[in-house]
């Protein structure tokens, strides 16, 4: 064997970079583009992806290899399943092409029986989920784990919460020749074959709410029993050994030290050209020109933030729970609530590793190219007009003619002065990616930059300052290969930009943090031959106060004043703010309190509990004096991927679409996915091409608008703070300058098409378990919830660091949406904290877009009247399993919390955002509201002598088209007069006091007419009570007494059936004998899963979702010495499944045929066929019928008739028998016919 080659000899080699030669085709995957549109996307798309591949090591210059001399051996299954990340950056394209796809599309030479072996082990196997059938890919890897090498596969790691996730480890690799080196098994047979071996080795660990297992494990951070014996056997028989790394995130680097491997290549997260890219990268046709986004260690210990990582409290780390209330309503539970102390300071990734001189494998910025690069002609300059400073390189291409053109990247660091504040060895200011340059080629870059980007934070001064002293700038290719290129020299302290202290830490943690931080003084920086004499030499350039861009005045918050409109006003549509009639000041004063309430508090999708604490589908959100016009559930648009918002058809307000995906959104085109798979996040960042990023911004946009929707929720652009965080595939780097203009230029390239990213999740979302704490009906009765995640962070390393990337991408100004996340910093909510929302967003960067909470469905989630005032202005998904969202904002509204000046506010900003939506304007977009309709369908009652507005508290209801400016309502010609004193306003707003003596019914016909001239009428009577008749509730029900009711008690062992995740109708259990003041126990038997008997007998709970069944179990009645005992059973049925997803919405078209089968099976995969339409709903379109095939499943079907265009909403009731008593559940759905 050879000698094990090291990095630093790596190192030594000059550092370069390079972009895509147009010599390949489009690849033989299918589908082939089938649009015009799809040709240029996809073109990009695989530009990226070239630009997104690490080469970290290439001993001997072994790569690239020649297609016509080598021959190679493919092992690993990530050959023909390379992982494409998870969780909302999950999304995936119209294909993904393998390694083996590359291969075969440049006619590689590669050993053909041993992929075909790798092959036969894998199989599709289809999954019948509660979420519908997927299909899934099962890989026959022969290794028993329970008896071979049994503690080197790793153990799932679940995050135990109330959305209980599991980061899974990696799947063994197949076993070759029984796990054993043979000298005549297929490894060996391959290497007589080829001369070259790659191995492909994967990872896909890690997930939406649980981090990857947070003791470095096999499987995950280090090599697993079958990796490890692959790399064995390979590196055996092979002499040139090349290593593929795919995955989501980093691993060990230091075991990778015991093989003899030449060459390493890394992509972080496949697009969907990964394996036409790395096959182009392995052969030459194009010159790899990635840089890390992160360091990459050795040992994960290496790490400053290991310490402070994973689940750790308050008594953990010796903080006080006590001291650390909240001033903005981010609930406490007790000292074992999750913190996380960034006790690293600012010294977090390549800041630690070059401040404090740590050995590392790869440093920050760092990537080989095939081409040699040379940097020359370094220079500082200052521009006193610009308020800026420009640093300029001329960067060459030395390689031989034979090479392909690369391209280098020039990175820009300062080294700060040790003043007043400490400062890490140097920080990443900019960069700049050059065009692909040839032998002999080169190219002067000019990078200009503010004075702002090299200040720092003073928390005393509450202000960014350059403080006195001299700054280095270097330029280079990677955090350990910088030169120096001049020196700005600050004479004394300048005032950058004037601040006030925001999310600042808590005073009872500043001791015990600041005992514990890193310092400076600790430090011992990295240094390298000659950077002595470059500073002695380097030139200097002076600035004072006149080359800054000064802001010294504090910036207010906006200022928003609404001006009511005119009593005879008509009611204004959305249109006319579109069209210049109105502001947005004036209409939103139109949107009554409920309507306010509503509209903010959730979306479409959201379910909600009722009076018994059941999650059930069919609760809709009604107008409080008007039964029958539901407004919850009401959308203009199919559901393109994370829900939509809440439409008001009143006022022609539209819904806004959201859609999830780092890498893209899913789009179906005519049944076939037409989508762009970009490049993960992680991997977007590793091409450090801003000008590739905002192109594919502007692809992005257009396949926005092609799939409809409005608000794309990426990118994320949370750091790496740590490896082993959950969601890293999905963020960008470690680096917050790196995160921020690669979001900028992102979120400025899908504005050009009218909509908007969502920059997610503000701020300090750096880990995933409990960053929503635990509070679940069993975590509260046993005592063992705990609150969401609090990060506890100074404010100047909150500003510099955390907050900067979303800054940057924000002053864009081509962001309007940001979504807040869920964990509280410095112990304020996240989602709850004006300083954050409002003071920072809106205040400091001048944000004009609306925020949106996280998806929020489980655990501890902000109070969402804190929320509303906080400036969260829409609350999504607007679910949660513990309560009402909506009912929780009335009742902070009721209490004073919040007022309608804030709920106003808020829907300003949400509708400013819609304001500029491509799609929200223009009604095209959205489903046909039918004709001009009055839909209010009963009047409560009036009372002689009572103002009949505090009765009826909405206007009258109408319809419309969105096409419509305005609509004004009047009594129409054949209508009886109302009651003197009474009035009807031309926005539909009935009031005054009926006069004494006009008691009796009047035969109203109330008239809407629209600007286009359409006309409706509805027939209506109005009731006037005599003075001092029993008044009535806003649903015109009698306000009768209040009655005592019985306990809903349990007797001769009957009880109420329960049903998996839904609450339990509170029980009391009664035993015969029993006194008053018995103590009830369960003394034989078990409860299922989730639900609990308290000791003064009251049964209660959440069943869980597998615990579907019969339970028998005997309760003991204890009172003193005396015990009396009674049986108990107790059903529980299963949560339903249904196919397809309840709440698909189908479009119809009149005159054409239309076929839907309706499959629904209960806990046990009983098929049921007991089910037919409810009437909760609407009946179902005029030409379609329910029937039932021959597999037992429903099937709705023919053909809609003229006139039956409209949105129904359908519920299908199922009926099943179980334990012997008949229970029902319903189905959701909507059928809207154009």
């Known amino acids: 064997m050879r000698k094990t080659k090291k990095y630093a000899k790596a190192l030594c080699a000059v550092m370069s970079a390079a972009m895509i030669v147009p010599t390949t085709s489009m690849a033989a995957v299918e589908p082939q583009p089938t649009y015009d549109w799809q040709v240029a996307h996809q073109e990009h798309a695989r530009?990226?992806?070239?630009?997104?591949?690490?080469?970290?090591?290439?001993?001997?210059?072994?790569?690239?290899?020649?297609?016509?001399?080598?021959?190679?051996?493919?092992?690993?299954?990530?050959?023909?399943?390379?992982?494409?990340?998870?969780?909302?950056?999950?999304?995936?394209?119209?294909?993904?092409?393998?390694?083996?796809?590359?291969?075969?599309?440049?006619?590689?030479?590669?050993?053909?029986?041993?992929?075909?072996?790798?092959?036969?082990?894998?199989?599709?196997?289809?999954?019948?989920?509660?979420?519908?059938?997927?299909?899934?890919?099962?890989?026959?890897?022969?290794?028993?784990?329970?008896?071979?090498?049994?503690?080197?596969?790793?153990?799932?790691?679940?995050?135990?919460?109330?959305?209980?996730?599991?980061?899974?480890?990696?799947?063994?690799?197949i076993k070759l020749d029984n796990g054993e080196i043979k000298d005549d098994g297929i490894v060996a047979e391959a290497s007589e074959y080829a001369d070259t071996a790659v191995v492909y080795l994967s990872r896909s660990t890690g997930v939406e709410e649980m981090d990857r297992n947070p003791v470095p494990q096999p499987g995950d951070w280090y090599l697993n029993a079958s990796e490890?014996?692959?790399?064995?056997?390979?590196?055996?028989?092979?002499?040139?050994?090349?290593?593929?790394?795919?995955?989501?995130?980093?691993?060990?680097?230091?075991?990778?030290?015991?093989?003899?491997?030449?060459?390493?290549?890394?992509?972080?997260?496949?697009?969907?050209?990964?394996?036409?890219?790395?096959?182009?990268?392995?052969?030459?046709?194009?010159?790899?020109?990635?840089?890390?986004?992160?360091?990459?260690?050795?040992?994960?210990?290496?790490?400053?933030?290991?310490?402070?990582?994973?689940?750790?409290?308050?008594?953990?780390?010796?903080?006080?729970?006590?001291?650390?209330?909240?001033?903005?309503?981010?609930?406490?539970?007790?000292?074992?609530?999750?913190?996380?102390?960034?006790?690293?300071?600012?010294?977090m990734g390549y800041r630690y590793f070059d401040t404090f001189n740590k050995e590392v494998a790869y440093p920050f910025g760092f990537g080989l190219s095939y081409s040699e690069f040379s940097f020359n002609n370094l220079d500082v300059t200052a521009n006193k007009e610009t308020k800026n400073f420009t640093?300029?390189?001329?960067?060459?291409?030395?390689?031989?003619?034979?090479?392909?053109?690369?391209?280098?990247?020039?990175?820009?660091?300062?080294?700060?002065?040790?003043?007043?504040?400490?400062?890490?060895?140097?920080?990443?200011?900019?960069?700049?990616?050059?065009?692909?340059?040839?032998?002999?080629?080169?190219?002067?870059?000019?990078?200009?930059?503010?004075?702002?980007?090299?200040?720092?934070?003073?928390?005393?001064?509450?202000?960014?300052?350059?403080?006195?002293?001299?700054?280095?700038?270097?330029?280079?290719?990677?955090?350990?290969?910088?030169?120096?290129?001049?020196?700005?020299?600050?004479?004394?302290?300048?005032?950058?930009?004037?601040?006030?202290?925001?999310?600042?830490?808590?005073?009872?943690n500043k001791e015990l943090y600041e005992s514990r931080r890193l310092k400076y003084a600790d430090a011992d920086p990295i240094t390298y031959e000659g950077e002595a004499e470059e500073l002695a030499s380097a030139k200097v350039v002076e600035i004072d106060a006149s080359y800054v861009d000064q802001k010294l005045e504090v910036k207010e918050n906006p200022v928003y004043t609404f001006e009511e409109l005119p009593e005879d006003a008509p009611v204004y549509t959305f249109q006319a703010v579109v069209q210049g009639k109105i502001s947005l000041e004036q209409f939103v004063t139109q949107l009554t309190d409920e309507e306010l309430a509503i509209f903010l508090s959730g979306g479409t999708g959201a379910t909600y509990l009722d009076e018994e604490g059941n999650r059930d589908p069919e609760i809709d959100l009604y107008a409080s004096d008007e039964p029958n016009i539901g407004l919850g559930k009401v959308s203009t648009k199919q559901n393109v991927g994370a829900g939509t918002s809440r439409a008001i058809l009143r006022l022609g307000i539209p819904s806004q679409g959201y859609a999830d995906g780092g890498s893209g959104t899913g789009m179906t085109i005519d049944g076939v996915r037409t989508n762009t798979g970009w490049i993960r996040p992680a991997a977007q960042a590793c091409t450090w091409n801003t000008e590739g990023l905002y192109q594919m911004g502007v692809y992005q946009g257009e396949e926005m608008i092609l799939n409809n929707v409005d608000n794309w929720l990426a990118p994320s652009i949370n750091l790496h703070r740590n490896p082993l965080v959950g969601r890293n595939q999905e963020y960008w780097s470690e680096d917050p300058v790196l995160s921020g203009k690669g979001a900028a230029a992102l979120a400025s390239g899908v504005s050009q098409a009218g909509v908007s990213v969502c920059l997610k999740h503000f701020v300090a979302n750096d880990q995933e378990w409990f960053r929503r704490g635990l509070y679940t009906l069993t975590s509260e009765a046993e005592g063992t919830s705990k609150a969401a995640i609090n990060v506890i962070v100074p404010e100047r390393v909150l500003r510099e660091i955390y907050l900067k990337p979303f800054e940057m991408a924000v002053k864009t100004g081509d962001v309007y949406n940001v979504m807040s996340a869920f964990n509280s910093v410095n112990s304020q909510a996240c989602a709850g904290s004006p300083e954050l929302l409002t003071n920072i967003l809106r205040g400091e960067w001048g944000f004009e877009g609306f925020v949106v909470t996280d998806w929020g469905d489980f655990d501890d989630i902000a109070i969402s009247g804190y929320e509303m005032l906080a400036g969260n202005d829409m609350i999504m998904s607007g679910t949660h399993t513990r309560y009402s969202i909506y009912d929780e904002l009335v009742q902070c509204w009721d209490d004073g919390l919040i007022n309608r000046d804030v709920m106003l506010r808020n829907a300003y900003n949400v509708l400013n955002r819609a304001l500029h939506s491509s799609l929200a304007v223009d009604p095209s977009y959205h489903n046909e509201v039918g004709d001009l309709a009055i839909v209010t369908t009963t009047l409560v009652n009036a009372t002689e002598g009572e103002e009949y507005s505090l009765v009826k508290v909405n206007p009258l209801w109408a319809n419309s088209n969105f096409d419509a400016v305005s609509y004004t309502f009047s009594l129409d010609e054949s209508s009886e007069k109302l009651p003197e004193g009474m009035k009807l306003a031309p926005n539909g707003k009935l009031s005054g006091v009926p006069e004494v003596g006009t008691a009796g019914e009047y035969k109203l016909v109330f008239k809407v007419t629209d600007d286009k001239g359409n006309t409706a009428t509805t027939p209506l009577t109005l009731t006037v009570q005599k003075e001092g008749t029993v008044s009535t509730d806003a649903d015109a029900q009698e306000v009768a007494p209040s009655a005592s009711t019985e306990e809903n008690a349990a007797q001769d062992g009957k009880l109420n059936h329960a049903k998996a995740t839904y609450n339990y109708k509170e029980t009391y259990v009664k035993v015969p004998g029993a006194g008053e003041n018995a103590v009830y126990e369960i003394t034989e038997g078990e409860l299922p899963t989730g639900m609990l008997l308290d000791e003064d007998g009251k049964l209660w709970g959440q069943p869980a979702a597998e615990s579907s069944g019969i339970y028998e179990f005997t309760v003991t009645a204890s009172e003193g010495e005396e015990q009396k005992t009674a049986e108990f059973e107790l059903y529980v049925e299963g949560a339903l499944s249904v196919t397809p997803e309840v709440g698909t919405v189908f479009q119809l078209k009149t005159g054409e045929e239309f076929s839907q089968d309706f499959s629904i099976s209960d806990g046990f995969s009983n098929v049921l066929t007991q089910f037919d339409l409810s009437d909760l709903g609407d009946d179902l379109p005029e030409g379609l019928e329910i029937s039932f095939n021959s597999d037992g499943n429903a099937v709705i079907s023919g053909t809609p008739v003229e006139g039956s265009e409209g949105t129904y909403n359908v519920y299908i009731k199922v009926d099943e028998e179980f334990a012997g008593s008949p229970v029902w559940s319903y189905a959701y759905f909507q059928f809207v016919v154009e």
């Open 47 to 173: 530009q990226l992806e070239n630009e997104a591949i690490l080469l970290l090591k290439n001993e001997d210059n072994i790569l690239p290899l020649d297609v016509e001399e080598n021959k190679i051996a493919v092992f690993g299954t990530g050959q023909i399943q390379p992982p494409t990340g998870g969780g909302s950056g999950g999304a995936t394209g119209a294909f993904t092409a393998t390694l083996i796809d590359g291969l075969n599309e440049i006619k590689a030479d590669y050993y053909q029986p041993l992929a075909d072996y790798v092959a036969s082990k894998l199989s599709e196997e289809e999954v019948d989920s509660p979420w519908g059938k997927y299909t899934t890919t099962v890989i026959d890897h022969g290794w028993d784990q329970e008896k071979e090498y049994p503690d080197e596969w790793g153990e799932n790691a679940s995050s135990g919460s109330g959305w209980n996730r599991t980061s899974a480890v990696q799947t063994p690799e």
């Open 228 to 347: 490890r014996i692959l790399l064995e056997q390979v590196t055996d028989k092979f002499e040139d050994v090349v290593l593929i790394y795919t995955g989501t995130a980093p691993i060990d680097m230091a075991q990778f030290e015991k093989y003899d491997i030449d060459a390493f290549l890394v992509e972080y997260g496949a697009g969907q050209f990964h394996g036409l890219a790395m096959a182009d990268i392995l052969f030459g046709n194009v010159n790899p020109s990635a840089k890390l986004n992160d360091t990459l260690t050795y040992h994960y210990e290496d790490h400053p933030t290991a310490e402070n990582f994973g689940y750790t409290s308050y008594a953990d780390k010796g903080y006080d729970w006590e001291g650390n209330e909240s001033k903005y309503g981010s609930r406490k539970f007790s000292e074992n609530d999750p913190i996380s102390a960034y006790e690293e300071y600012i010294y």
């Open 391 to 508: 640093v300029s390189a001329t960067i060459r291409n030395e390689s031989a003619e034979d090479v392909v053109p690369g391209k280098e990247v020039m990175e820009v660091y300062v080294s700060k002065p040790q003043g007043e504040l400490e400062q890490a060895y140097q920080n990443l200011v900019t960069f700049g990616k050059t065009a692909e340059l040839k032998s002999g080629e080169e190219q002067t870059m000019k990078l200009d930059i503010s004075f702002y980007d090299i200040a720092s934070y003073d928390e005393e001064l509450a202000a960014y300052v350059l403080e006195p002293g001299e700054y280095i700038i270097r330029v280079g290719n990677s955090s350990r290969n910088t030169h120096v290129a001049g020196k700005i020299s600050v004479p004394e302290k300048i005032i950058v930009e004037q601040l006030s202290n925001q999310l600042s830490m808590q005073d009872v």
